[in-house]
């Protein structure tokens, strides 16, 4: 009998790292997203509650390839010097379903999540936007800073955080992705200014007054996958439009969506998909805020595993 374990090929982050650049990770999402693929069709996930924290089994089929993320989120790990999510990625051979590879999926999950983001603010940004505030002082904030600077040249960057020996540590990190850019820890207050907006944390409750975004920014809110928690002002969603990765998992997952709904702030019809997005079906509306809004799906990172691999 073949050694299964013996013949997979095990990509660690250092080979995540120098095999897929930012921009390359960018510009595969929305590649797939442009030829037509539509984030409906993804496979369910499932998430679990366990002692301790949720584990998430994420299984994707596209393009002739399949693979499964096994991720845990453990809420207690950033104040134990780990991240918060940990994952690792079985890529499987598309015809015979035989497991390929093993990724590191923490390193993925770092790589794709903010290359969904920036694939989207690309779209939806204005142009000339480059006064950047990211809410969360953690991996995601910091790999934030590294795609949008691989799609608009940025000015400013204000990271804000609770803890100032974190937020002085992200900064620093921060720089080495934008160093035009002036990047420094800011506050509530710089909302105003900012024409681009991102929202790491694990907040359960909103940042931010909707009446502090300007009507030419954009808002990305990637923080939480839970439907009891929501970074964003309802009253934010609805005076925006609003784009998230799949109406399905709008509806069960995105607690930011789901509670502007609830406060019938915002209407379940019109939330515009990535699909519609990228394929022209809805233009970007800039006579009023844009709020992006994702949760993770298992499409992204099997894109991101075959270019690794």
């Given at each position: 009998m073949p050694d299964v374990i013996a013949d997979l090929t095990l990509v660690p982050a250092s080979a995540i790292a120098d095999r897929v650049s930012m921009t390359?990770?960018?510009?595969?999402?929305a590649q797939v997203l442009r030829g037509g693929f539509d984030?409906?069709?993804?496979l369910p996930r499932a998430v679990?509650?366990?002692?301790?924290?949720?584990?998430?089994?994420?299984?994707?089929?596209?393009?002739?390839?399949?693979?499964?993320?096994?991720?845990?989120?453990?809420?207690?790990?950033?104040?134990?010097?780990?991240?918060?999510?940990?994952?690792?990625?079985?890529?499987?051979?598309?015809e015979t379903l035989a497991p390929t590879a093993i990724l590191d999926g923490t390193a993925l999950t770092a790589l794709r999540t903010p290359a969904v983001?920036?694939?989207?603010?690309?779209?939806?940004?204005?142009?000339?936007?480059?006064?950047?505030?990211?809410?969360?002082?953690?991996?995601?904030?910091?790999?934030?800073?590294?795609?949008?600077?691989?799609?608009?040249?940025?000015?400013?960057?204000r990271l804000i955080g609770r803890d100032e020996r974190r937020c002085a540590a992200a900064v620093d990190a921060a720089r080495a992705f934008a160093p035009q850019a002036v990047v420094t820890a800011g506050s509530v207050s710089d909302v105003a200014a900012a024409d681009?907006?991102?929202?790491?944390?694990?907040?359960?409750?909103?940042?931010?007054?909707?009446?502090?975004?300007?009507?030419?920014?954009v808002v990305v809110a990637i923080g939480s996958h839970e439907s009891d928690k929501s970074e964003l002002d309802p009253a934010l969603l609805g005076r925006s439009q609003v784009v998230v990765e799949s109406r399905r998992v709008a509806r069960t997952e995105a607690g930011d969506v789901m509670r502007a709904v609830a406060a019938g702030e915002l209407r379940e019809q019109d939330v515009v998909s990535m699909h519609e997005l990228f394929t022209g079906l809805v233009p970007a509306d800039r006579t009023r805020p844009r709020v992006f809004k994702t949760c993770g799906m298992g499409w992204q990172d099997l894109i991101i595993a075959r270019l690794a691999v």
């Open positions: 390359s990770a960018i510009a595969a999402i984030p409906e069709e993804d679990l509650d366990v002692p301790n924290g949720q584990l998430l089994l994420m299984p994707a089929a596209a393009g002739g390839a399949a693979g499964q993320k096994f991720a845990t989120v453990a809420p207690g790990n950033p104040s134990r010097g780990l991240e918060r999510i940990q994952a690792l990625y079985m890529l499987l051979d598309g983001s920036a694939a989207g603010l690309d779209l939806l940004a204005e142009p000339d936007a480059g006064d950047l505030v990211v809410f969360g002082t953690g991996p995601q904030a910091v790999r934030h800073v590294e795609a949008i600077a691989a799609i608009r040249p940025l000015r400013t960057v681009l907006i991102v929202c790491a944390t694990t907040a359960t409750d909103p940042l931010f007054a909707s009446g502090s975004v300007r009507d030419d920014a």
